[in-house]
Protein backbone atom coordinates (compact mmCIF):
# COMPACT_ATOMS: atom_id res chain seq x y z
CA UNK A 1 0.00 0.00 0.00
CA UNK A 2 1.19 3.57 -1.22
CA UNK A 3 1.20 5.96 2.03
CA UNK A 4 2.93 8.57 3.76
CA UNK A 5 3.14 8.56 7.65
CA UNK A 6 3.93 11.48 9.72
CA UNK A 7 5.38 12.25 12.97
CA UNK A 8 3.25 12.49 16.05
CA UNK A 9 1.86 16.19 17.49
CA UNK A 10 4.22 18.27 18.91
CA UNK A 11 3.84 21.05 21.55
CA UNK A 12 6.75 23.76 21.21
CA UNK A 13 7.50 26.78 23.44
CA UNK A 14 8.85 29.80 20.94
CA UNK A 15 12.02 30.66 20.14
CA UNK A 16 12.61 26.23 20.20
CA UNK A 17 13.64 24.35 17.25
CA UNK A 18 11.45 21.60 15.61
CA UNK A 19 11.96 19.04 12.83
CA UNK A 20 8.69 16.95 11.72
CA UNK A 21 8.98 14.38 9.26
CA UNK A 22 7.13 11.95 6.75
CA UNK A 23 8.05 8.75 5.64
CA UNK A 24 6.96 7.34 2.61
CA UNK A 25 6.38 3.67 1.72
CA UNK A 26 4.86 1.20 -0.94
CA UNK A 27 6.09 3.23 -3.95
CA UNK A 28 9.63 4.68 -5.34
CA UNK A 29 10.41 7.18 -2.86
CA UNK A 30 13.40 8.76 -5.00
CA UNK A 31 10.77 9.43 -8.09
CA UNK A 32 8.40 11.56 -6.84
CA UNK A 33 8.56 14.91 -5.14
CA UNK A 34 6.94 15.34 -1.67
CA UNK A 35 5.31 18.80 -0.65
CA UNK A 36 4.27 20.03 2.56
CA UNK A 37 1.19 22.29 3.22
CA UNK A 38 0.25 24.26 6.18
CA UNK A 39 -3.39 24.65 7.24
CA UNK A 40 -4.04 27.03 9.98
CA UNK A 41 -6.31 26.54 12.47
CA UNK A 42 -9.72 27.14 10.62
CA UNK A 43 -8.09 28.40 7.69
CA UNK A 44 -7.30 27.18 4.40
CA UNK A 45 -4.37 25.15 2.70
CA UNK A 46 -1.09 26.83 2.02
CA UNK A 47 1.70 25.31 -0.26
CA UNK A 48 4.60 25.22 1.33
CA UNK A 49 7.57 24.00 -0.49
CA UNK A 50 8.57 20.55 -2.32
CA UNK A 51 11.49 18.53 -2.36
CA UNK A 52 12.67 15.68 -4.88
CA UNK A 53 14.23 12.73 -3.16
CA UNK A 54 16.17 11.72 -5.48
CA UNK A 55 18.20 14.55 -6.01
CA UNK A 56 16.95 16.81 -2.92
CA UNK A 57 16.41 19.72 -5.41
CA UNK A 58 14.04 21.99 -3.53
CA UNK A 59 11.42 24.66 -4.43
CA UNK A 60 9.66 27.00 -1.64
CA UNK A 61 7.07 29.18 -2.24
CA UNK A 62 7.58 32.92 -1.91
CA UNK A 63 5.58 32.72 1.88
CA UNK A 64 7.62 30.32 3.36
CA UNK A 65 11.25 31.02 1.95
CA UNK A 66 13.65 31.72 4.81
CA UNK A 67 10.96 30.87 7.28
CA UNK A 68 11.62 26.65 7.04
CA UNK A 69 13.83 24.28 5.63
CA UNK A 70 12.38 21.19 3.49
CA UNK A 71 14.84 18.06 3.23
CA UNK A 72 15.00 14.48 2.29
CA UNK A 73 17.45 11.61 3.39
CA UNK A 74 16.22 8.65 0.83
CA UNK A 75 18.21 6.54 2.40
CA UNK A 76 15.29 5.90 4.93
CA UNK A 77 12.16 7.46 2.48
CA UNK A 78 11.65 10.37 4.53
CA UNK A 79 11.05 14.09 3.90
CA UNK A 80 11.41 16.92 6.86
CA UNK A 81 10.38 20.31 7.61
CA UNK A 82 11.88 22.02 9.93
CA UNK A 83 11.77 25.36 12.04
CA UNK A 84 15.11 26.71 13.75
CA UNK A 85 12.98 29.21 15.57
CA UNK A 86 9.40 28.64 16.18
CA UNK A 87 6.72 31.52 17.19
CA UNK A 88 2.89 31.20 17.82
CA UNK A 89 2.15 31.86 14.46
CA UNK A 90 3.56 28.43 13.36
CA UNK A 91 0.58 26.77 15.14
CA UNK A 92 -0.95 24.90 12.60
CA UNK A 93 -1.23 20.91 11.02
CA UNK A 94 1.34 20.33 8.24
CA UNK A 95 0.64 17.73 5.74
CA UNK A 96 3.00 15.88 3.59
CA UNK A 97 1.95 14.83 0.32
CA UNK A 98 3.22 13.15 -2.79
CA UNK A 99 3.02 14.67 -6.15
CA UNK A 100 1.85 12.00 -8.61
CA UNK A 101 3.00 10.85 -12.21
CA UNK A 102 3.83 13.74 -13.87
CA UNK A 103 2.94 12.19 -17.43
CA UNK A 104 -0.02 11.20 -15.93
CA UNK A 105 -1.61 13.46 -13.52
CA UNK A 106 0.37 17.22 -14.40
CA UNK A 107 3.03 18.49 -12.48
CA UNK A 108 0.50 20.03 -9.49
CA UNK A 109 -1.55 16.86 -7.96
CA UNK A 110 -1.02 15.72 -4.82
CA UNK A 111 -2.24 11.84 -4.84
CA UNK A 112 -1.24 10.85 -1.43
CA UNK A 113 -1.34 12.27 1.60
CA UNK A 114 0.00 11.72 5.17
CA UNK A 115 -2.17 12.33 7.87
CA UNK A 116 -0.67 15.61 9.52
CA UNK A 117 0.94 16.62 11.92
CA UNK A 118 -0.37 19.13 14.28
CA UNK A 119 2.04 21.69 16.00
CA UNK A 120 1.55 23.63 18.72
CA UNK A 121 3.35 26.43 19.84
CA UNK A 122 3.01 28.52 22.95
CA UNK A 123 4.92 29.65 26.29
CA UNK B 1 1.84 37.53 -5.08
CA UNK B 2 -0.34 34.95 -7.50
CA UNK B 3 -3.89 34.58 -6.05
CA UNK B 4 -6.59 32.15 -7.15
CA UNK B 5 -10.12 33.72 -5.73
CA UNK B 6 -12.75 31.13 -4.64
CA UNK B 7 -16.32 31.94 -3.61
CA UNK B 8 -16.23 31.25 0.20
CA UNK B 9 -19.44 29.06 0.35
CA UNK B 10 -22.11 27.78 -1.79
CA UNK B 11 -24.75 25.91 -0.78
CA UNK B 12 -27.05 23.28 -2.16
CA UNK B 13 -29.62 21.18 -1.78
CA UNK B 14 -29.40 16.57 -2.18
CA UNK B 15 -29.75 15.89 -5.77
CA UNK B 16 -29.06 19.51 -7.32
CA UNK B 17 -26.07 20.52 -8.30
CA UNK B 18 -23.60 22.48 -7.25
CA UNK B 19 -20.92 24.55 -9.21
CA UNK B 20 -17.79 26.32 -7.38
CA UNK B 21 -15.62 28.74 -9.15
CA UNK B 22 -11.81 29.48 -9.17
CA UNK B 23 -10.34 32.37 -11.19
CA UNK B 24 -7.15 33.54 -12.10
CA UNK B 25 -5.18 35.38 -14.57
CA UNK B 26 -2.70 32.24 -15.29
CA UNK B 27 -5.10 29.87 -15.32
CA UNK B 28 -5.65 30.12 -19.31
CA UNK B 29 -1.56 28.92 -18.99
CA UNK B 30 -1.82 26.65 -16.21
CA UNK B 31 -2.90 23.53 -14.98
CA UNK B 32 -5.42 23.70 -11.93
CA UNK B 33 -6.12 20.73 -9.43
CA UNK B 34 -9.63 20.32 -7.04
CA UNK B 35 -9.05 18.95 -3.54
CA UNK B 36 -11.81 17.99 -0.96
CA UNK B 37 -10.97 18.71 2.64
CA UNK B 38 -13.82 16.73 4.73
CA UNK B 39 -13.46 18.18 8.42
CA UNK B 40 -10.87 16.05 10.45
CA UNK B 41 -9.51 14.50 7.75
CA UNK B 42 -6.53 15.17 5.49
CA UNK B 43 -7.34 16.64 1.48
CA UNK B 44 -8.24 14.23 -1.09
CA UNK B 45 -7.68 14.79 -4.81
CA UNK B 46 -10.97 15.11 -7.22
CA UNK B 47 -9.92 16.83 -10.20
CA UNK B 48 -6.52 17.00 -11.99
CA UNK B 49 -5.32 18.59 -15.26
CA UNK B 50 -8.76 20.89 -15.31
CA UNK B 51 -10.93 17.99 -16.04
CA UNK B 52 -9.90 14.70 -15.22
CA UNK B 53 -11.08 12.37 -12.75
CA UNK B 54 -8.48 10.13 -10.66
CA UNK B 55 -9.23 6.31 -9.84
CA UNK B 56 -11.95 6.15 -7.00
CA UNK B 57 -13.54 9.29 -7.67
CA UNK B 58 -17.37 9.60 -8.01
CA UNK B 59 -18.71 10.39 -11.77
CA UNK B 60 -20.88 13.29 -11.11
CA UNK B 61 -16.99 15.09 -9.90
CA UNK B 62 -16.35 17.03 -12.93
CA UNK B 63 -13.98 20.00 -13.80
CA UNK B 64 -14.12 22.36 -16.56
CA UNK B 65 -12.20 25.30 -17.53
CA UNK B 66 -13.09 29.11 -19.98
CA UNK B 67 -10.54 31.83 -19.86
CA UNK B 68 -9.41 32.47 -16.35
CA UNK B 69 -12.32 30.49 -14.39
CA UNK B 70 -12.06 27.01 -13.70
CA UNK B 71 -15.74 25.56 -12.12
CA UNK B 72 -15.95 22.14 -9.89
CA UNK B 73 -18.89 20.51 -10.53
CA UNK B 74 -20.82 17.97 -8.79
CA UNK B 75 -23.89 16.77 -10.13
CA UNK B 76 -26.51 15.43 -7.84
CA UNK B 77 -24.88 16.48 -4.96
CA UNK B 78 -25.20 13.85 -1.61
CA UNK B 79 -24.67 14.60 1.79
CA UNK B 80 -21.31 13.43 2.05
CA UNK B 81 -20.18 15.48 -0.22
CA UNK B 82 -20.74 18.23 1.88
CA UNK B 83 -16.91 19.85 2.56
CA UNK B 84 -14.31 22.45 1.65
CA UNK B 85 -12.93 22.51 -1.43
CA UNK B 86 -9.83 24.16 -3.02
CA UNK B 87 -8.41 24.46 -6.62
CA UNK B 88 -4.40 24.69 -6.86
CA UNK B 89 -2.16 25.70 -9.74
CA UNK B 90 0.80 28.24 -10.84
CA UNK B 91 1.62 31.41 -11.90
CA UNK B 92 2.48 32.15 -15.31
CA UNK B 93 6.22 32.34 -14.10
CA UNK B 94 6.46 28.50 -14.45
CA UNK B 95 5.40 24.91 -12.51
CA UNK B 96 6.36 26.24 -9.36
CA UNK B 97 5.78 27.06 -6.72
CA UNK B 98 1.97 26.20 -6.83
CA UNK B 99 -0.69 27.84 -4.77
CA UNK B 100 -4.11 27.14 -3.56
CA UNK B 101 -7.01 29.17 -4.00
CA UNK B 102 -8.56 30.39 -0.25
CA UNK B 103 -11.13 27.00 -0.40
CA UNK B 104 -14.98 27.27 -0.75
CA UNK B 105 -17.40 25.64 1.88
CA UNK B 106 -19.70 23.89 0.51
CA UNK B 107 -22.81 22.86 2.24
CA UNK B 108 -25.45 20.09 1.65
CA UNK B 109 -29.39 21.77 2.89
Known sequence: EVQL????????????????????????????WIGWVRQMPGKGLEWMGIIYPGDSDTRYSP????????????????????????????????????????ELLGPGAFDIWGQGTMVTVSS | SY???????????????????????????QYAYWYQQKPGQAPVLVIYKDSERPSGIPERFSGSSSGTT??????????????????????????????????TKLTVL
Open chain 2, 70 to 103: VTLTISGVQAEDEADYYCQSADSSGTYPLVFGGG
Open chain 1, 63 to 102: SFQGQVTISADKSISTAYLQWSSLKASDTAMYYCASLGEW
Open chain 1, 5 to 32: VQSGAEVKKPGESLKISCKGSGYSFTSY
Open chain 2, 3 to 29: ELTQPPSVSVSPGQTARITCSGDALPK
